[in-house]
C-alpha cells in the first residue's frame, strides 16, 4: 500500500515491527559500551565502600542545537531498555580483569557480575517532547557506583537521537506540514548503526519516509526509493527493451506497451514543443522499463540528460502510456540545477499535458527534488519566486524534499552536548560551581512542570524543589531565571503539565512505552504548543526556563556554602 508515493507497511509488518521496536535492544547496547572512567570510579566507590550510597543524577543539556530555541527530546526508549538488560556477562567480566590494573581486587569482579538495576529508578519527561535547556531530561536515583555505570551509555543514546530529531523538526518546519519529507541519509550516515539511528529519530522529528529498508523492517517506518540514474545510464535505446508488454489493468490482457508509449512521445513532443529528436532514446527505454517493472509506482528521475528537453518528454509520453492502459504515473525526481526554475517549469507542463489530454490528475503529479539540500535551501526555495513566460511570479512546485547528509550528518552543529551531573547523595544536595555561570549545577532532586497561557500555548518551565505543591491553574506563581537575581515574573497559568513520569521503578518498566508512531505524533502535538517566535529560523525568541522562589534561595545558598572565601592582601 502507498500514501503520496509513500510505501505504507501492510497492518501485520507495521505489528511486527512495533513488537521488535518495543521488546528488542540494540546489540552494541551494552554495559561495556562506556568510558574507562566510569569502570575505574565504581572500583573506587567499591574499594571506598560507597556502594549503599544513593545519588541522584540529572541529564541535561545547556544550549539548544542549531541557533534554535527548541529541541525535540528522543531515545527514551532505548535507554530504558539498556537499564532493564544492564548485566555484565562472564566475558565482560573476563574482559575487564584484563583491563584495570592487576592490583585490583577480585571480589570488585563478583560485585560487577551479580550487579543489576532493581534499585534504580528513572524519571524522564515523555519522548517527543519539546525540551529546552537545563530541565533534566531523566532523572536517575540509585546506587552510586550503578548510576555512575549508566551515565556514558544514556548520554550517547540521548544525544544524538535529540540532534537528530530536532534538526528533522527544524526541516519540517521550514517545508511546512504539506510537504512530503523523506530521509535519504543512509549512505551518508556515520556507520550502520548511525544510519538506523538517524532513520528512527528523523521519523520522530516529523519526516515522512525513509529510503532505509531496514529502517522500514525494525520500526515500521514507510519505505521509499525509485531508480538512480545508474539505471538510466544503462540502456542506450528502445531496441534493448526485451521486454514490450504490459498488462491492462483490471484484466489479463497484454498490451505492447512500447508501441503504446511511441504513440504518446510524437503527441508529447508536439504539445510541450521539444525536438522529439533530443529526446534520449536510451533515457525513454529505462523509463518504459521501469514503468513496465512498476506500473502502480513510476516516479522517474528525469535529471540525467536534460529536464525540460528530454526528461520530463519522454517521462509524460510513458506516463501517458500507462493511463491508457488504466494506471497513474507518480511524479519525478529532480536532482540537479535550479530546483525551483525547473520545478515551475516542470508543473507548467504537466498541466499542459493535462488540458490537452483531458486528464486532470497529471496536473498534480509528485515534484520530487533531492540535490544536497540543507535547512537554508528550503527556506530559500520557499522566498524565490519565479516568472515564466507572462505569467505573474510563483514560487517552487516541489511537493517533496528528499534530504540525505545534512539531515543525518548534522553538519550544521555536530553535537547535542547532554551531561550527566550529581546532584544528590544520600539526600545531600550537591552542586557544581563554575567560574563560567552556564555550567552551575541546579543541585538537588527536582520537579518540573511545564505553564500554558491561555492561548494555548507553553509560557515557561518551572523547575522546583520535590517538597513544593505544584502549581495550580489560574494561581499567580513567581518564577525566576536560576542565576540572574533581577530577571523574574509572576505567572497565572492557564494549564500545568508535570514533565517527569516514572518508567524504571522495582526492577520493572512501570510505564508503557509508546511506538514510534505515537512518539512522532506527540512530536508533532508539543510543536503545535510552542510559540512561533521560538520556531522561527532567524532570532528566535528564548524561552523562559524558570526556577521557583524557594528554589532559587537554595541554589545560591548552597552555592554561598561551597564557594571559597577569597582573601585580599
Not at 162 to 168: C, E, P
Request: aromatic content about 10%.
Amino acid at each position: 500500500m502507498s500514501v503520496n508515493g509513500v510505501a505504507v507497511p501492510d497492518s501485520r509488518n507495521a505489528k511486527m515491527a512495533k513488537m521488535e521496536s518495543c521488546n528488542d535492544q540494540n546489540g552494541v547496547i551494552q554495559p561495556l559500551l562506556t568510558d574507562l572512567y566510569q569502570i575505574t570510579m565504581a572500583y573506587a566507590y567499591w574499594k571506598s565502600e560507597k556502594c549503599d550510597d544513593t545519588a541522584v543524577y540529572d541529564l541535561f543539556f545547556r544550549r539548544n542545537p542549531f541557533q534554535g530555541e527548541l529541541t525535540i527530546f528522543a531515545g527514551l526508549e532505548e535507554c530504558i531498555k539498556f537499564v532493564k538488560n544492564f548485566h555484565y556477562s562472564d566475558t565482560d567480566i573476563t574482559y575487564l580483569k584484563t583491563v584495570l590494573p592487576d592490583t585490583s581486587e577480585p571480589e570488585f569482579f563478583r560485585y560487577l557480575a551479580h550487579l543489576d538495576t532493581k534499585d534504580v529508578q528513572v524519571y524522564a519527561i515523555e519522548e517527543g517532547t519539546v525540551v529546552f535547556p537545563r530541565v533534566p531530561l531523566l532523572r536517575i536515583e540509585g546506587p552510586l557506583p550503578i548510576v555512575q555505570l549508566l551515565e556514558t551509555t544514556l548520554l550517547n543514546l540521548v544525544n544524538y537521537a535529540s540532534l537528530v530529531a530536532t534538526n528533522a523538526a527544524r526541516f519540517r518546519m521550514a517545508a511546512g506540514p504539506e510537504k512530503i519529507l523523506l530521509e535519504f541519509g543512509l549512505r551518508r550516515a556515520q556507520g550502520p548503526d548511525g544510519g538506523l539511528s538517524a532513520s528512527r529519530y528523523c521519523y520522530l522529528g516529523g519526516f515522512d519516509g525513509t529510503s532505509n529498508v531496514l529502517a522500514g523492517k525494525l520500526f515500521g517506518i514507510p519505505v521509499r526509493g525509485t531508480h538512480a540514474h545508474a539505471f538510466v545510464n544503462s540502456f542506450t535505446g528502445h531496441h534493448e527493451l526485451k521486454r514490450r508488454t504490459l498488462v491492462r489493468k483490471g484484466s489479463t490482457e497484454e498490451v505492447d506497451f512500447a508501441n503504446v508509449c511511441e504513440s504518446w512521445q510524437h503527441k508529447v513532443a508536439g504539445v510541450l514543443g521539444v525536438d522529439k529528436g533530443q529526446m534520449n532514446d536510451g533515457e525513454y527505454a529505462a523509463f518504459m522499463s521501469y514503468a513496465m517493472a512498476f506500473p502502480d509506482g513510476f516516479l522517474s528521475l528525469v535529471d540525467t540528460y536534460d529536464v525540460i528537453r528530454s526528461g520530463v518528454p519522454n517521462f509524460c509520453a510513458v506516463g501517458l502510456g500507462l493511463v491508457e492502459l488504466g494506471y497513474m504515473p507518480v511524479g519525478i525526481r529532480l536532482d540537479s540545477g535550479d530546483l525551483a526554475y525547473q520545478s515551475v517549469v516542470v508543473r507548467d507542463m504537466f498541466k499542459k499535458i493535462a488540458t490537452t489530454f483531458n486528464e486532470p490528475r497529471f496536473a498534480t503529479l509528485l515534484i520530487v527534488a533531492s540535490n544536497d539540500i540543507n535547512e537554508e535551501t528550503i527556506h530559500s526555495l520557499n522566498q524565490q519566486k519565479v516568472i515564466l513566460g507572462t505569467q505573474p511570479p510563483q514560487g517552487h512546485s516541489i511537493d517533496s524534499f528528499g534530504i540525505g547528509t545534512h539531515l543525518v550528518t548534522c553538519q550544521k552543529q555536530p553535537a547535542l552536548g547532554c551531561v550527566f551531573k550529581l546532584v544528590e547523595v544520600n539526600k545531600l544536595p550537591r552542586i557544581k560551581l563554575s567560574e563560567d555561570v552556564d555550567k552551575v549545577t541546579i543541585p538537588g532532586k527536582k520537579q518540573a512542570y511545564r505553564l500554558y497561557g491561555h492561548d494555548g500555548n507553553a509560557l515557561v518551565d518551572l523547575l522546583q524543589m520535590p517538597d513544593e505543591a505544584p502549581p495550580e491553574v489560574g494561581c499567580r506563581v513567581l518564577c525566576r531565571h536560576p542565576f540572574q537575581e533581577s530577571k523574574r515574573a509572576y505567572v497565572r497559568p492557564a494549564n500545568v503539565m508535570p514533565l517527569y513520569h516514572c518508567f524504571w521503578k522495582d526492577g520493572k518498566v512501570c510505564r508503557p512505552l509508546p511506538c514510534l508512531r505515537d512518539i512522532r505524533q506527540h512530536t508533532e502535538e508539543s510543536l503545535k504548543h510552542v510559540r512561533t517566535d521560538h520556531k522561527r529560523a532567524l532570532n528566535p525568541t528564548p524561552y523562559k526556563v524558570s526556577v521557583s522562589d524557594k528554589l532559587y534561595n537554595f541554589i545560591h545558598d548552597l552555592w554561598l556554602e561551597n564557594a571559597p572565601i577569597g582573601e585580599l592582601s
